[in-house]
């Protein structure tokens, strides 16, 4: 066993749930995939898993976060947790809420938002957390208008009423209840959090949750995929409930395994952050840290100083993070061996893993574990919960997202590209529809009630569907060029970013009634760094872009790949990196964290033009 070979090494050893699915062929060409394990049973309500633990383990730690001057930890248990829910609750029945009028969180992750989130649950209230985004970096807060004409909430609470202020005073907020944290916004009327907690529960609180069902509106979780204003996704307590104990399943938990720790950035206004991590570590009785750090230059620095502290048993982040983590990680053997010392399981999402990443971060984990740690990953939306489909299992593949859950229906319908298949979803998680948007919600389902989530997918080995399946793009994005050919945007795009790894994190593929195909190049600007020999960050930002060895690694990598490939739609012919992320702001991003590829493309139109412009820019990298 050496490190320079880590793909020899065995993997950490888990117990997965087995692959034993059943594949429906039909007349038609389409497709049913299921998974053969009936689903088991599951809680009525998210409140249940919080007053589980809170009677079994009452003093273990369920939340933690950074507060105060010294940034300590401030921790919360479970018993704690329970009691100052069932506090908020009696406040929220007091003040007449219920199921037609909502709770609206503009704030992101904390302690409180997790504990207004259960108890507005537990009073039947539809709690419908928003993206910060749309409060501290719009200049006309419409998004934010949108939502909040949408849903008409009874109560809005903000983390610090001055830092959203400016959001506030674009809201009417007539008649509506409005709650800080920290600070209270100035020159308005609001109520202190901790008023609420310190509110004496009485027996409301238990008739209000005995009247909790599975059809009953847990949350309203937003997303805006392509149509520009966002949607209100209806998220029933059965499916949350229900895509909890499937992630369960994928995994069995041995007996007497301490529970999990996780240190989490995901937002919780979004449903992989609010859903599939902060639910499902909860059903596990687990400890959540609440990092607020980010990927990104000068935020992650705040994740590196948690994993000093913190040695998670599981740990999930967009590519992005581990090309930041793995530099980090292969510096520093102290944070490393913090990294790796209680780790299971390793999670991404949002974009594919690139191969070399992977590597690099398999090696790591041999040096500091002697084993490989399976990476696992899933698909789905805001729409199922979110997770359709996962990879339960110790794949040596990236790129994969696996196979359905227990209870899911797959259906595969042809697309006309060999192989390729459109993908639509049926079962207990997909959402009954969108809030108030009657012709939105018709326009879902196909005629046999499944869901059409709008991806594409092609099977790893087409006569071994236990393979599992990868994601091949969103069927809507692809286009032709000018000689007739059929770009698949999807498989280009993972194509692409692959073999221009480490630079490309991610990209827009244009070409539509072009001859030829261009890349605009979502860079990873620490990767780069490190190419480019500038650790220190002396480089200003288009320089750095420009910089010889960044643009060798781009020519070469999407040289070799041309040389590969069969046909002018998987040849890349220019490639322009640019300088600004993917917009939350301007739609560029879906729920599922996906490139928007229309409508990055249209916000960036100046730039698709560059790209084709004659003679090419200096900025234009043309791919011989």
Not at 16 to 25: C, Q, W
Not at 388 to 397: G, Q
Not at 403 to 420: H, I, N, Y
């Amino acid at each position: 066993m050496t490190v320079d070979a880590p793909d020899r090494v065995p993997f950490k050893p888990i117990d997965f749930l087995s692959r034993d699915v059943a594949l429906e062929r039909r007349g038609d060409g389409s497709m049913v995939l299921r998974s053969r394990h009936a689903l088991k049973p599951y809680e009525r309500h998210i409140p249940a898993l919080l007053a589980h633990w809170a009677d079994t383990a009452p003093d273990r730690i369920w939340l933690a976060q950074r507060r105060g001057p010294e940034r300590q930890w401030l921790q919360l248990t479970y018993a704690q947790a329970k009691a100052q829910v069932d506090a908020i609750t009696q406040a929220l029945l007091d003040r007449g809420f219920g199921p037609d009028r909502p709770v609206l969180i503009l704030s992101g992750n904390s302690i409180e938002f997790a504990l207004l989130t259960l108890a507005a649950m537990q009073a039947r209230a539809p709690v419908a957390p928003v993206s910060p985004v749309y409060s501290l970096m719009s200049e006309d807060h419409a998004k934010l208008k949108y939502v909040y004409d949408l849903i008409r909430p009874g109560l809005v609470m903000v983390q610090n009423g001055a830092m959203f202020a400016k959001a506030l005073r674009a809201l009417d907020l007539a008649g509506v209840t409005l709650v800080h944290v920290e600070a209270s916004p100035p020159d308005m009327a609001s109520v202190a959090f901790a008023d609420l907690v310190a509110t004496v529960p009485g027996d409301a609180v238990a008739r209000s949750v005995a009247l909790i069902d599975g059809k009953t509106v847990g949350k309203f979780l937003f997303t805006s995929g392509s149509t520009g204003m966002p949607k209100a996704v209806i998220n029933t307590q059965e499916m949350m409930c229900a895509n909890v104990a499937m992630g369960q399943m994928s995994r069995v938990r041995k007996e007497g395994e301490p529970p999990g720790v996780m240190l989490d950035w995901l937002p919780w206004n979004h449903t992989m952050g609010g859903n599939a991590t902060l639910h499902a570590n909860l059903a596990e009785g687990g400890t959540t840290y609440i990092d607020d750090g980010r990927p990104l230059p000068g935020l992650f620095d705040e994740t590196l100083r948690n994993l000093r502290e913190i040695s998670p048993t599981y740990f999930a982040n967009v590519p992005a993070g581990y090309a930041m983590l793995a530099t980090a990680l292969e510096k520093d053997d102290a944070l490393a061996q913090s990294f790796f010392r209680n780790l299971g399981l390793l999670a991404y999402g949002g974009a594919t893993l690139p191969d070399d990443l992977y590597r690099r971060m398999q090696a790591l984990a041999v040096r500091h574990t002697g084993f490989r740690i399976p990476f696992v990953t899933g698909w789905g939306s805001t729409e199922t919960a979110p997770t359709a489909t996962t990879v339960h299992w110790a794949s040596e593949r990236v790129g994969l997202i696996g196979l359905p859950f227990p209870g899911v229906e797959l259906k595969m319908v042809p697309t006309g590209e060999d192989g390729r298949y459109e993908l639509r979803l049926r079962g207990i998680i997909v959402t009954p529809g969108y809030h108030k948007q009657p012709e939105l919600t018709a326009q879902m389902f196909d005629e046999e009630g499944f869901y059409r989530i709008g991806d594409a997918g092609r099977f790893v080995d087409a006569t071994d569907p236990a393979q599992g399946l990868v994601f091949d793009g969103r069927v809507v994005e692809d286009f032709k060029l000018t000689s007739g050919t059929f770009v698949l945007v999807g498989t280009l795009r993972s194509t692409a970013v692959a073999a221009a790894s480490p630079v490309l994190q991610d990209a827009l593929v244009a070409g539509q009634d072009r001859a030829y195909v261009g890349l605009l190049g979502f860079p990873n600007i620490a990767a780069c760094r490190q190419l480019a020999g500038d650790a220190a960050g002396k480089l200003p930002l288009a320089e750095l872009l420009r910089h010889p060895a960044v643009v060798a690694c781009v020519r070469d990598g999407l040289v070799a790949m041309n040389a590969r490939t069969r046909g002018s739609s998987m040849r890349v012919a220019r490639v322009l990196l640019m300088t600004e992320p993917p917009s939350v702001d301007g739609n560029e991003l879906t729920d599922k964290g996906y490139i928007n590829q229309r409508a990055a493309l249209s916000r960036r139109a100046a730039l698709v033009e560059r790209l084709y412009a004659e003679p090419p820019a200096q900025d234009v990298i043309v791919i011989s």
